[in-house]
């Protein structure tokens, strides 16, 4: 049995032409430079003897792969499967395939997992992993490589981004908190590095303020990480303050569902004497005892529309008749320590020079001119320094972790509800 694989050699010999003829023939962009009597002799030929294209190869050649990095904090949090699975569904309707590479929310593996993509020549990237700050988005930025922002996003670079409202979601659970008669409601902060984080922090502080309640600094808890454990450790930090909280807000489900063993922990029953809600609505959240009320959106169509971006991303980096997102041939010496030489000749929402953020950078909480403040456009989206965050509505689905405080707090006196 022959085990080498078939060649463009042995096509073109079974075909009776050159070489050069079965690559333009089997190539669907030159595939009209043949005439349909050669071009049919080829397929058939190739069929019969079992011909696959070099992909490798031939993104070698063209600098093309028809593939996508994906780069995910955490494949263990639910909410990310739906995600991806819109992205690669998006993607192979255009004939792409997503590469998917979990970084734990580590920088050093991001790092990592981003290098050896490119290393692969791959056309674009899906950016779950986004901060606020980022030496890899400026990086591909510099680079002019095709980046889509999802779930998350940061001003400054100029990258497309899909998320959910984080700041109408947030005040639809305040809002609802406050109408169960709650009125210290405490907050379990995500990563304040993290426009998610950020954003729903301050979109809690806006939405108390507005319904005339205040923001104690006993109050608030912030999480290192989006975890159970940091959602536990946080809920901890708060009832040993003895705030007199009757509800706690988490950033998401994650630390909401850190607060229940947490409060398991202490003896209190949720939500008898203390409600929970979470952000994001993950899959199964609700088969939780008690189950969790969380603000949800459409995660997959969330996919669906960072595909399309993606995709378009793409078309116009190739349309210009740059080398996307593979790493130029010059540029493996450019680099020292894994950061960038040279910064400066970014655009406008770029970097400056020497890598500070520019008049688009981010702005004193980190949002930059892309934050909670700005104007929503027509469709839904919203401009960031030459990119668009395009948003999807939020909607709170109320469940049996809220309920109205077993006490009417009055300063810091309770009275039986």
């Known amino acids: 049995m022959n085990d080498q694989p078939v060649t463009l050699k042995d096509v073109a010999?079974?075909?009776?032409?050159?070489?050069?003829?079965?690559?333009?023939?089997?190539?669907?962009?030159t595939r009209l430079l043949v005439s349909d009597e050669t071009a049919d002799r080829i397929l058939a030929a190739a069929d019969s003897l079992g011909y696959r294209p070099n992909t490798v190869a031939r993104s070698l050649r063209t600098r093309r792969s028809s593939t996508v990095g994906v780069l995910i904090p955490d494949l263990n949090n639910p909410l990310f499967p739906p995600i991806v699975r819109g992205?690669?569904?998006?993607?192979?309707?255009?004939?792409?395939?997503?590469?998917?590479?979990n970084t734990d929310a580590d920088d050093s593996r991001e790092r990592l997992?981003?290098?050896?993509?490119?290393?692969?020549?791959?056309?674009?990237?899906v950016f779950a992993t986004a901060r606020l700050r980022s030496p890899l988005l400026a990086e591909a930025a510099a680079a002019r490589i095709p980046v889509v922002l999802v779930n998350r996003y940061?001003?400054?670079?100029?990258?497309?981004?899909?998320?959910?409202?984080?700041?109408?979601?947030?005040?639809?659970?305040?809002?609802?908190?406050?109408?169960?008669?709650?009125?210290?409601i405490a907050h379990v902060a995500g990563p304040q590095d993290i426009s998610t984080g950020l954003s729903r922090y301050r979109g809690f502080v806006e939405a108390m303020q507005a319904n005339g309640l205040p923001v104690e600094p006993d109050m608030v808890a912030h999480a290192a990480a989006y975890s159970i454990d940091e959602g536990e450790r946080c809920c901890r930090e708060l009832l040993s303050a003895e705030s007199g909280c009757t509800a706690i807000a988490a950033a998401n489900d994650m630390l909401a569902v850190g607060c229940y063993a947490a409060?398991?922990?202490?003896?209190?029953?949720?939500?008898?004497?203390?409600?929970?809600?979470?952000?994001?609505?993950?899959?199964?959240?609700?088969?939780?005892?008690?189950?969790?009320?969380?603000?949800?959106?459409?995660?997959?169509?969330?996919?669906?529309?960072a595909g399309r971006l993606i995709l378009e991303q793409i078309a116009r980096v190739q349309?210009?008749?740059?080398?996307?997102?593979?790493?130029?041939?010059?540029a493996d010496g450019?680099?020292?320590?894994?950061?960038?030489?040279?910064?400066?000749?970014?655009?406008?929402?770029?970097l400056s020079e020497g890598g500070g953020l520019g008049e688009a950078g981010l702005g004193e909480a980190g949002l930059g001119e892309g934050g909670p403040e700005s104007a929503t456009n027509g469709d839904g989206g919203r401009a960031m320094d030459g990119g668009m965050v395009h948003y999807l509505t939020p909607e709170l689905k109320i469940r049996g972790s809220t309920g109205p405080p077993a006490h009417v707090i009055v300063g810091h006196e309770s009275t039986p509800h």
């Open 87 to 101: 992205i690669e569904d998006r993607l192979a309707a255009a004939g792409y395939v997503a590469l998917i590479g």
């Open 13 to 29: 010999a079974l075909a009776g032409v050159h070489p050069a003829t079965v690559s333009r023939a089997l190539n669907p962009e």
């Open 319 to 330: 349309g210009s008749g740059s080398r996307g997102a593979g790493r130029p041939r010059e």
């Open 263 to 305: 409060l398991e922990s202490a003896g209190l029953s949720c939500p008898k004497d203390i409600s929970v809600v979470g952000f994001n609505d993950m899959p199964f959240i609700d088969r939780l005892t008690p189950p969790l009320t969380s603000v949800s959106f459409a995660h997959y169509e969330v996919g669906i529309e």
């Open 154 to 184: 940061a001003a400054g670079y100029g990258f497309p981004a899909v998320s959910v409202n984080n700041e109408a979601g947030i005040a639809q659970v305040v809002e609802h908190l406050v109408a169960l008669g709650h009125r210290r």
């Open 334 to 350: 450019s680099r020292e320590g894994g950061g960038l030489s040279r910064v400066g000749g970014l655009s406008e929402g770029g």
């Open 113 to 125: 997992v981003f290098e050896l993509m490119r290393d692969r020549h791959v056309d674009g990237f």
